[in-house]
T-cell receptor, first 111, second 114 residues
Framework: SQQGEEDPQALSIQEGENATMNCSYK?????LQWYRQNSGRGLVHLIL?????REKHSGRLRVTLDTSKKSSSLLITASRAADTASYFC???????????FGKGTLLTVNP | KAGVTQTPRYLIKTRGQQVTLSCSPI?????VSWYQQTPGQGLQFLFE???????NKGNFPGRFSGRQFSNSRSEMNVSTLELGDSALYLC?????????????FGEGSWLTVV
């Protein structure tokens, strides 16, 4: 079953604009990770945020986590055509030894 | 440092056959997990191994099995293939899938069942 739900399902923006994707989940989590997937390829890890953290930055990426609302957001600033991909959030919880993924957001950055 | 390596990258099998997929984790990683990705169901967890022990298994039929060797390399096997088994199979490795460790994925094995 899917734990996370990304919103929106698809997002189309122009190069240079910011892109925000949201993820909601249902049960308590230990960590939340964001991944990128280019068409037909594997998942590339972007950022991990722990349940006791509220915000993390990595380059042009900013992730927030609100455990009271069971939601997270991924912001990509100054987007580039190369950012075109599907983005997934994945959660894990103590002792179930797995990631549970949402259905992903397809981001298209137009040059 | 080499990433997660999966072989083969692409394969085509006939219904009823069986298939074995291989995964070499990042050096030093003891946890290996497998996921199935399809357009309809998205990313679904298959199983996780740590030091040769299966710690969790997803909701898949018994035709799906796996194992982990003492060098942490892992294989998964699907017997009596069905058309619906066509998918991208992804392997992931980490130091441990809990405790806040980053989980890294391979490029996947594309399986087509005809």
């Amino acid at each position: 079953s899917q734990q996370g739900e990304e919103d929106p399902q698809a997002l189309s923006i122009q190069e240079g604009e910011n892109a925000t994707m949201n993820c909601s989940y249902k049960t308590s989590i230990n960590n939340l990770q964001w991944y990128r997937q280019n068409s037909g390829r594997g998942l590339v890890h972007l950022i991990l945020i722990r349940s006791n953290e509220r915000e993390k930055h990595s380059g042009r990426l900013r992730v927030t986590l609100d455990t009271s609302k069971k939601s997270s957001s991924l912001l990509i600033t100054a987007s580039r055509a190369a950012d075109t991909a599907s983005y997934f959030c994945a959660t894990d919880s103590l002792s179930n030894y797995k990631l549970t993924f949402g259905k992903g957001t397809l981001l298209t950055v137009n040059p | 440092k080499a990433g997660v390596t999966q072989t083969p990258r692409y394969l085509i099998k006939t219904r009823g056959q069986q298939v074995t997929l291989s995964c070499s984790p990042i050096s030093g990683h003891r946890s290996v997990s497998w996921y199935q990705q399809t357009p309809g169901q998205g990313l679904q967890f298959l199983f996780e191994y740590f030091s040769e022990t299966q710690r969790n298994k997803g909701n898949f039929p018994g035709r799906f099995s796996g194992r982990q060797f003492s060098n942490s390399r892992s294989e998964m096997n699907v017997s009596t293939l069905e058309l619906g088994d066509s998918a991208l199979y992804l392997c992931a490795s980490s130091l441990d899938v809990i405790s806040g460790n980053t989980i890294y994925f391979g490029e996947g094995s594309w399986l087509t069942v005809v």
